[in-house]
């Protein structure tokens, strides 16, 4: 299975709540206590588990380009040369 990870800029997101509505995962939440500079509650990636896979469904949908998603580039496995 794929495995990735995001950042969230939290200091630009504006808390829209779409990011949670979309991740399949269900990984991304909304901060709760916390706000940041603009005064809004942004949203944070809960993962402890490592489940993120790196879909970036989060970032095509953030208005406002907060998230930046990275991917494990996976270990292929070579075809023995040809004799």
Known sequence: ?????????QDRCKGCGLCPEVCPKQII???????????????VLADPDGEC????????????????VFREIPDKKRAPAPA
């Open 1 to 9: 299975m794929a495995r990735g990870t995001i950042i969230i800029d």
């Open 29 to 43: 939440v909304m901060e709760e206590t916390l706000l940041n500079a603009k005064g809004y509650h942004p949203a």
């Open 53 to 68: 896979t790196g879909c970036a469904i989060c970032a095509v949908i953030c208005p406002d380009i907060c998230i930046t």
